[in-house]
């Protein structure tokens, strides 16, 4: 994922990221999490990695501001696949929690064009969790939906 080329160029990261996880086997995001899930690529597959992500966090740093983050996806590749290509990134702390979703139109972009979109949607969270109120545009096609939804 481009995201985390993005948060390692910048400087000071190692001060503010505590840990980068990436459970990609079906297994191993059941072993993360410690349960078995039956929907893959589901905002209740994000918000529990967010809050799973949120108590490894809480259980490394005294920081108050601490929050959890995920992403899981379904994007563009070379072979059959059930389902559309989306994402679904979560956020989780103890002042607010949520996530936003973004469905793709299908055989239209390249995964690398979905990864960046899916990226910088990243990077609007981890902006609106710090409050920072700078976004970076996301480009979608007409066909394709992006949204928000605070829990």
Known sequence: MKIIDYLFKTPGS??????????????SLSDFLSENLDSHVSHLEAINMAEKSYLRSKALSNNPDIFGLSCTAAI???????????????WYSK???????????????????????ISKIILNTISKIIGINEYLKINLYESEKLEEHNL
């Open 95 to 117: 002042f607010s929690n949520g996530y936003t979703s973004v469905v793709f139109e299908k055989n239209i972009r390249k995964r690398v064009e979905e990864d960046i979109i």
């Open 76 to 90: 563009s590749t070379n072979r059959l696949r059930k389902g559309g290509d989306r994402a679904y990134i979560a």
């Open 14 to 27: 190692s001060k503010t990221i505590l840990e980068i996880l990436i459970p990609y086997s079906k297994h």
